[in-house]
């Protein structure tokens, strides 16, 4: 069984047909998953929390994207903090550094993460952060509000990630999870593969970022959760392990995280 860490079942791209890719996830081994709100606007975010409510096995992410950021006046962040307080919320994101595409200007990005930052650790929620770039360099900035202002108690991952083996280690000491996404699974992969196989794999978390990143053999089309196994599967060979334990694993480590309470088995 498997968890999908990260992914955007709420967005448009599934409006057509959203019950039949929740329902193909679930039958094709998905116990679970995170619906981030974050990353098409602000406004966004209570339609998670609708999907959330929809289905036990849906759980809810709240936030302002690193894209959205100069959408982050005081008007929008109360209204974030007031669905953060929604009852399927388990997590914060996503939020972070973007300066690949800089759709909004650095220091509106840094102003927003470090306002989520501390908004998660007040709440005791995890963060999904999302990162890229790197001239600036997003993953040091990261980094460095990740540990001024979690104080040692924040909790989060690292989604979808393409950073590099020295930067997911000095992560992993400040606490921080790594999820791969459809990425690992790209015939050109960025030397993600031999990160994939170097970290602990308690640490690990596997993701789809649906309707985004298809795995390979689908690249260019639509993503949806049931893709998270493919992502699953190249861990488990590249890892020289049993895809059974990985899925395990990544389940556990992602329920472990977001404090969502193991599914009763039949
Ligand atoms: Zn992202
Ligand atoms: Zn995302």
Redesign the pocket.
């Known amino acids: 069984m498997w968890f999908d860490s990260?992914c955007?079942p709420s967005a448009d791209a599934f409006d057509d047909d959203r019950a039949s890719v929740l329902e193909r996830a679930f039958a094709s081994g998905v116990a679970g998953l995170l619906a981030?709100g974050a990353?098409w606007g602000v406004a966004h975010n209570p339609r998670t929390l609708a999907l959330a409510e929809s289905d036990p096995r849906v759980f809810a992410a709240v936030g302002v994207h690193p894209h959205d950021a100069a959408e982050a006046d005081a008007e929008a962040r109360a209204l974030v903090e007031r669905w953060l307080g929604h009852p399927r919320v388990v997590a914060l994101g996503?939020c972070g550094l973007d300066y690949h595409y800089m759709r909004s200007a650095r220091e509106v990005q840094r102003d927003a993460l470090a306002w989520q930052l501390a908004l998660a650790r007040e709440r005791g929620l995890p963060v999904s952060l999302?990162v890229r770039g790197e001239k600036p360099d997003a993953f040091a900035e990261v980094l460095d509000l990740w540990r001024a202002l979690g104080g040692g108690s924040l909790e989060g991952v690292l989604?979808?990630y393409t950073g590099t083996l020295e930067f997911a280690k000095r992560a992993l000491d400040a606490g921080l999870l790594v999820s791969f996404s459809g990425i690992l699974t790209f015939k050109r992969d960025g030397g993600l593969r031999e990160i994939a196989r170097a970290l602990p794999l308690d640490r690990l978390l596997v993701e789809t970022?649906a309707p985004?990143l298809a795995p390979e053999g689908f690249r260019g089309r639509r993503n949806e959760p049931a893709r998270v196994a493919d992502v699953g599967r190249v861990l488990a060979q590249v890892r020289g392990e049993p895809i059974e334990e990985v899925a395990a694993a990544t389940s556990r480590n992602a329920r472990r995280l977001f404090r969502i309470a193991e599914p009763a088995t039949a």
Do not use: A, K, N, Q
């Open positions: 990260h955007h981030i990353g996503e999302h989604h979808c970022d985004l």
